[in-house]
Each structure stands twice: as structure tokens, then as C-alpha cells.
């Protein structure tokens, strides 16, 4: 029997972030991802120079950018890359 109540599913969305370049890089944008409790989880890719992001619905996009950019000159979040 199905509940009445369904669980939405997790999105992703994968953002372009050049500048980063090591691990240090990767630990920041995490720990900073975080405070957002719509993120489920956060994966960096410093070859690509890509973060991909699960998250729940109602996650505040333009939020996270702004706090990934206040890390420093070295990152600048561009519009979430389309598949």
C-alpha cells in the first residue's frame, strides 16, 4: 500500500567554479555548503573545476553562491552548468 505522503526527490545541479585547485579548495566550498540544510551533499571536482550539489527543494541557489564567492577572489560561481 502507497502512502499518502511522498518524499520529493534530491535535485542536482552542477556549478562551473574556476579557481579552485586543490584539496583546500574542495574543504572550503564544502564546509561552507554546510550551513545550507537543503544541501544533502556536495561533490568537487578540481579537474573539471565543477561542484555538483543534491539538494531538496527550496534550496536558496543565489544564497549559496553569494557565500561561495565571499571565500575570495579565487572562486567565481557561474550559472549552473545544463546537461
Not at 1 to 17: A, D, N, R
Not at 22 to 45: H, M, N, Q, T, Y
Amino acid at each position: 500500500m502507497f502512502s499518502k505522503f511522498f518524499l520529493p526527490l534530491p535535485m542536482k545541479t552542477t556549478f562551473s567554479i574556476p579557481g579552485m585547485h586543490c584539496a583546500s579548495c574542495s574543504a572550503l566550498i564544502k564546509d561552507v555548503s554546510g550551513e545550507f540544510p537543503e544541501i544533502r551533499s556536495v561533490e568537487v571536482d578540481l579537474e573539471q573545476n565543477t561542484v555538483t550539489v543534491t539538494h531538496d527543494d527550496g534550496f536558496d541557489l543565489m544564497k549559496w553562491q553569494s557565500a561561495i564567492n565571499e571565500l575570495g577572489q579565487e572562486y567565481s560561481v557561474h550559472s549552473p552548468r545544463t546537461p
